[in-house]
Each structure stands twice: as structure tokens, then as C-alpha cells.
């Protein structure tokens, strides 16, 4: 496939960079299946370093969707991406829970349940689940597993889910099956999208690759997504790193059509982040994060594939610092402005990325709903400009009590729900942390469990217990409403 780059001389720079790495490097492949498989389609392996062209990978990377359709269990959550709307995706990756305090503590699955209910009451997101957080009493070798079935229990959402490898990946395929029955036919309906990261630089492993074939095999989503730290893992110049990270997610897009032809995957972020020259350590709030957004969205329409990214991670500590609040804006207002088809990270990560927090979620939210009321922009229709009312207020008059105002003072301006606004406020960083609160205890209080078919639960339950996982105590005895 020829990329349309629209004349962008950067972008046409960053391809031809981006052809000359995969030229002049192989990636190492640590997966005999698809190293077998590489072979089969004419690629050049010397034991387990692949040596592919730039025609074979962008041959491949044309056969690609430019969008595709995920399904939820209720209809009302049925997500399209690829069509240029912003799709919210959750907290993800975690270890920790960020206390108001500053203290971490380990997750747990009461915690990550909470976190589903939260998100499945914020109408900005129609996708729920992940690792929302890394629920510390659960086995790892079924993390995900056990992660689906609360999300499946707690929300009827379209389902996110990370690289399990292929025992797991299988698993929660027949979960899947069992959840929809026949109308769920996998290959027909995409109902879960995954993430995985290239083991940057310039190496896929078993694990994230056993899981894009499990998926795409069975028709569900994949977003690829590259390792890259510029400095750390890619070059510390940015053309460099994004140019690597180009190359590594453009080849995986390649690997999944080879596994099956018309597989659903997204173009990944070309630089996930920048390491800190201080510590050495992770930087995600600067706004390194946000030109890899950028050039990513840009890169993924010039190849006609839609876009996974990076939503409102933050290296603060704090929950409510300002440092929070500028790196979360900046990297969730990028975003809506590049078009960027599904937003993982979208609420609720901090540490750079080592915990989530409830509180940040909340306020989260309220930077997504400025960037929609943004986006959405001005209308354009006879009612909007609003002459007639104009012309009867006449010079020096007053709108404020106009019919016109009173029809659209609900849905026309921002009304914020957690900042201030007018007359001052006595210890505004306590008014303001009691809003948070109040709003948090409202949305998890306000819950109502989606209905879920007793024998379908019971059908879950049955499967997970003869494979031998064991629910944690946050599950075990759960009951449908239905049941």
C-alpha cells in the first residue's frame, strides 16, 4: 500500500526513516509459531532475528481495516472506531492504589470492582475492564481472567482487556462465548480489544504475540502499540524514537494480517513516552506523550488504520496538585484535537503509571467532558445565531432573562462540577476536595448492576471452577439479579 501523507514533508520523512530501520535491522522474534509463520510468508529468519522488507511489511499493513465496530452487551455501548471519534478507554496497568494522602497500597479486587462501577457510570466511556488495577491477592497466571468476569458481572460495556498470553487469551474467548451465545459469534462480532507493546526496541515476545493471534484469530481487537522511551528504549531525539516506534508498530500490523487477513488492530502509540535525564526513570506527563500522539494519529490516517493512544497518565504524586491537573489537561486536550480513535489511560493513572487513583478519575472526568463541550464546537443553524432574539433585546438589553437563554442554559455552556466560579470561597483546596469526594461517593452510591442472565453467570462460574481458577473472595458467592 502507498501511505497519503497529504504532502506532509515530516510525516514522508518519518516513513522513509521508519523503511530504512526495517531494511537495515531484523526483529528479534521470541515465538516459534510466528516465526513458522513469518516463513511461510516469504520472510527472512536466521533463527529467530526476522529480516523483513519494506514492500512485505506495507503489503501486509494494507490489508487492514481502516475501522471496525466493537459490540457491547448492551447495544446502548455498541463502540465504531475508525470513524473520527474520540473513544474513552480506562485507567490501565497498575500495581497501586493512590490514597488522598500520598500513600500507595496494592490493589485489590474490591478495589478493581469499584473502579468498574465507576467507570460504567461515566457516560464519556463505552468500554470497561482491563487492568483497571492489578488486584494483588489474584494468581497473575489469571489476572485477566478473573478481571473479565468482574467487569462482565459489574458492566455491560464493550470489554478491554491487556496480553495474557495464550492460555488466558483462550479463556476469556469462551468467556466470551459463553456470555453472548449465539448471537456472539466472535467471528463475526468484535466484542473486547486488547493491548500489547512491542518489547521495544525491535522485539515481539511469546506472550504478546500468543495473544494477537488468539484474538485476531477469533475476530476481536488488537491495539499494537511500541515500548519506546525516547532516551531509554529509543532514541532521545524524537524523530529517531518515533521513527523506531514507526517501524515496530507498522511490523506488527504486518504479523497480525499474516495471522489472518482483515484482523481488527489499531496503530499504537510511535513513542509512549520520554525518560527522565534526572532519574532515569519514566516521564509521561511532559508533553513528549503528547507530539507521540500527535504524529501517531497523523501516521495512522496516512496509512488508513485507526488509532490507539495515551490518555491522562500523570508523573504527579499528588491527587489534587496542580501538577496533576496541567500534565492531565494537556496530554486528554491533545488527544480530541489529533482525533485519536480510542484513548486508553483516559482517567484515572498517576505515578507514572505505578498506581490509580479514584479521585483522579473524578476529575478526570470533568477534563473530558471540557474537551466534548470543545469539540463539539459552535452550531450553525437559524436557532443558534439567534437573530430574532437579538433584534427584540436591541441596544443596552439584557439576555440573561431571554426565553432564548432559559431553552438553552442547560445543554449550550459549560457548567462545571467540581471548579469554582464567582463569589470567593473560604479554603477552596478543601471545597474543592469535598466536590471530589461528594461526586466519587454520588457516581458509586447512584450504581445499579447491569442485568446479567443467571445462567449465563452460573455457566461462567461452572467453566472458570473446572479449569481450576479460584474467584477471589470479592467474587466468590457473587449472584446475578437475574438469577
Known sequence: MVPNFNGSADLEKIHQSSMQIISENGFHINCDETVALLKKNGVKVDGKTAFFTPDQVMEQVGKAPSGFSVHARNPKWDMHIGAGDVNCAPAFGSAFIKETDGRLRPGTMADYIKMVKLFHQCGSFKINGGILVQPDEVDTRYAMTMELLATAIHSDKCFLSGAGGLEESRTQMEM????????????????????????????????????????????????????????????????????????????????????????????????????????????????????????????????????????????????????????????????????????????????????????????????????????????????????????????????????????????????????????????????????????????LNSYEQPDIPGEILRDLLAFLSGKGYECPPALAGIESPAA
Open 176 to 443: 466470551l462465548k459463553i456470555l453472548f451465545g449465539d448471537q456472539g459469534r466472535l467471528e463475526d462480532k468484535a466484542r473486547i480489544v486488547a493491548v500489547m507493546n512491542v518489547n521495544s526496541p525491535l522485539q515481539f515476545d511469546k506472550t504478546q504475540l500468543d495473544t494477537l493471534r488468539v484474538f485476531v484469530e477469533n475476530g476481536q481487537a488488537v491495539g499494537i502499540n511500541c515500548g519506546i522511551a525516547a532516551g531509554n528504549s529509543g532514541p532521545i531525539t524524537l524523530a529517531g524514537s518515533i521513527a523506531l516506534g514507526n517501524a515496530e508498530v507498522l511490523t506488527g500490523v504486518a504479523i497480525s494480517q499474516m495471522m489472518k487477513e482483515g484482523a481488527k488492530v489499531l496503530y499504537g502509540l510511535p513513542i509512549a513516552q520520554a525518560t527522565d535525564m534526572k532519574t532515569g526513570g519514566t516521564a509521561i506527563g511532559g508533553p513528549e506523550t503528547s507530539i507521540g500522539t500527535r504524529y501517531g494519529a497523523r501516521l495512522a490516517r496516512a496509512y488508513g488504520l485507526p488509532t490507539r493512544s495515551c490518555g491522562s497518565p500523570t508523573d504527579a504524586k499528588s491527587v489534587f496538585g496542580a501538577q496533576n491537573g496541567y500534565e492531565s489537561a494537556l496530554l486528554l486536550f491533545n488527544n480530541y484535537e489529533a482525533g485519536a480513535d480510542l484513548v486508553v489511560h483516559a482517567a484515572g493513572v498517576m505515578d507514572s503509571y505505578m498506581s490509580t487513583s479514584f479521585e483522579k478519575c473524578i476529575i478526570d472526568f470533568e477534563i473530558i467532558r471540557m474537551c466534548e463541550r470543545f469539540m463539539k464546537g459552535v452550531g450553525l443553524e437559524n436557532e443558534d445565531f439567534a437573530l430574532d432574539t437579538i433584534k427584540e433585546v436591541g441596544a443596552g438589553g439584557l439576555y440573561l432573562t431571554s426565553p432564548h437563554t432559559f431553552k438553552h442554559c442547560r445543554e449550550e455552556l459549560f457548567s462545571p462540577d467540581l471548579g469554582f466560579r464567582g463569589a470567593d470561597v473560604s479554603s477552596p483546596d478543601k471545597v474543592f476536595e469535598k466536590r471530589v469526594e461528594d461526586k466519587l461517593d454520588h457516581m
